[in-house]
């Protein structure tokens, strides 16, 4: 359980016959393909075409017909974005008071919240008296109360930056399912299912449901998250034992697959290390987000140590807050931190350090940008970091420079802070625009000062309001009237094609 202030009021895609994934358009048996009706279907300019590497011990090498068969497995990369698990609903519910402390009561507390469901209403929690428990009841099946979570905020945001999203995991048959499959559906993102077999999956078992997270919300604005994966050893779907080929195939399509740490809470770190290891031999690059779970993974046990480790070597872009940084490397420096990943790191190009309303800093072997926070109105903190990494893949994507795409990164999560709640309330186009055409920075000289001091790079890129270069010519500050101008003309041309699709 985790608490925090919570400022609350109260209240892609495409199809093609070619594209090798079944043609059912209901997601019951495994997939859904929805056809945009904001982006369209992507074209092939847009495209990546990878050909796989012949391998020396390759029979195809050996018999002479190498050539032919890599020209025959060249394929082209249509989708921008796949995300790995963590698909939930999130369920805002005021209560009088948070959960208590004990482990096995919070979990009783939580046990009978997810008995109260739409489809199954009836247990009476101990911590609630029936008045109080009249309204959590009408709280839960009121759909307003519902939004999409985890990794749907991450796609969500990215799709609305005009790339072209799939996601990846299990949803269950139940209401909270069908609404998760709508809320995708009209943005415009398809959704796999990991297991190998739908109808094999119909069990009444919590095992096989559509994983809850509750966001509970006290008369203080502090609110604690939990889910069933808080109290369960296993994964919640340790069930699902490998990719399924339609998932495989998802993979091969993409051209960046992105992981968090909470996909632990859902698949074993065998599965997990599948996905990274087809997508490293596929050419697909890897996103790898550790988040609050990377502490515990690190002290966890072998298989998810080894996991951990893995993915923080072999990931093309790591992200992470500079608290997330410490415990992974016993470095407070951010920077350090940063580097020490970087170092550490074998596919590593890109280490990217969140520091909230400090901004943000993009590490590589031979720079550092840092880019300052956007001065914003903040109401709801939820999303801001799964924004943020929707913004680094489109700036990835289009081959922006570090300095632009730190920039569009913080305002794409300031611009979700803006709003209340995560899902379908994060960052629009729109407000993007809106917020990069007031382009107020909180710039803090004193403290890029200190943190940037001493470090040995060959260039450090500094966002400002001015344009001065450094006595030395290893400071260089990127002017920022110049990367909004470029940044607007790009997202212009996104909002362009939107109303013309």
């Not at 428990?133 to 609305?160: D, T, V």
Request: glycine share 8%.
């Amino acid at each position: 359980m985790h608490f925090q202030s919570l400022k609350l009021p109260i209240s892609f895609s495409f199809s093609s016959p070619r594209s090798g994934f079944s043609q059912n358009p209901r997601i019951i048996n495994r997939l859904l393909l929805p056809v945009s009706a904001k982006y369209g279907a992507p074209s092939i300019s847009n495209c990546y075409i990878f050909a796989p590497k012949n391998r020396p011990s390759s029979p195809s090498l050996v018999d002479g017909r190498g050539e032919e068969d890599r020209l025959k497995s060249t394929f082209v990369k249509e989708v921008d974005v796949v995300t790995l698990g963590n698909l939930c609903v999130d369920i805002v519910l005021n209560v009088p008071k948070l959960p208590p402390a004990s482990f096995e009561e919070r979990r009783t507390y939580m046990e009978q919240l997810a008995a109260s469901s739409p489809d199954k209403i009836g247990m009476v929690s101990k911590w609630c008296n029936m008045g109080i428990l009249g309204l959590i009841i009408a709280s839960i099946s009121s759909k307003r109360f519902w939004e999409a979570g985890g990794n749907c905020n991450m796609a969500i945001a990215a799709a609305r930056l005009g790339l072209h999203c799939l996601t990846l995991g299990h949803v269950g048959n139940e209401t909270y399912g069908r609404f998760l499959l709508d809320v995708l559906h009209d943005e415009g993102i398809g959704i796999i299912r990991m297991d190998k077999d739908a109808d094999s999956v119909a069990s009444p078992s919590a095992s096989y449901e559509t994983l809850l997270c509750w966001v509970l919300v006290d008369p203080f604005s502090k609110h604690g998250f939990c889910s069933r994966a808080d109290f369960i050893k296993e994964p919640a779907f340790s069930w699902m034992r490998k990719l399924s080929g339609e998932a495989r195939m998802a993979i091969k399509k993409s051209k960046i697959l992105f992981c968090n740490g909470y996909g632990f809470d859902e698949f074993s770190p065998s599965l997990i290390v599948s996905a990274l290891d087809h997508a490293m031999e596929l050419g697909t690059s890897v996103f790898f987000d550790p988040g609050p779970r990377g502490k515990s993974l690190s002290v966890g046990t072998h298989e998810q140590q080894m996991a951990l480790d893995r993915l923080l070597r072999m990931s093309d872009v790591l992200l992470l807050t500079s608290d997330e940084a410490e415990p992974l490397t016993g470095i407070a420096d951010p920077v350090l931190a940063g580097k020490e990943l970087l170092k550490k790191g074998v596919r590593t190009k890109w280490v990217i350090i969140k520091m909230g309303p400090k901004g943000s800093i993009l590490i590589t072997m031979s720079s550092i940008s840092y880019a300052p926070a956007f001065k914003v109105n903040v109401i709801d903190t939820v999303g801001c970091g799964d924004s943020f990494v929707a913004a680094i893949a489109f700036g990835f994507l289009h081959d922006m420079p570090t300095v632009n795409t730190l920039a569009l990164a913080n305002a794409v999560g300031a611009a979700t802070a803006m709003g209340c709640g995560a899902g379908r309330n994060v960052a629009t186009l729109e407000s993007v625009i809106k917020l990069m055409k007031v382009s107020d920075l909180n710039e803090k000289e004193h403290f890029w000062n200190e943190l940037l001091e001493n470090v040995d790079t060959p260039e450090i890129l500094l966002l400002s309001r001015t344009r001065i270069n450094g006595s030395n010519n290893q400071l260089k500050h990127v002017s920022l009237q110049d990367v909004v101008s470029e940044l607007l003309y790009k997202l212009q041309t996104v909002q362009e094609r939107v109303v013309t699709s």
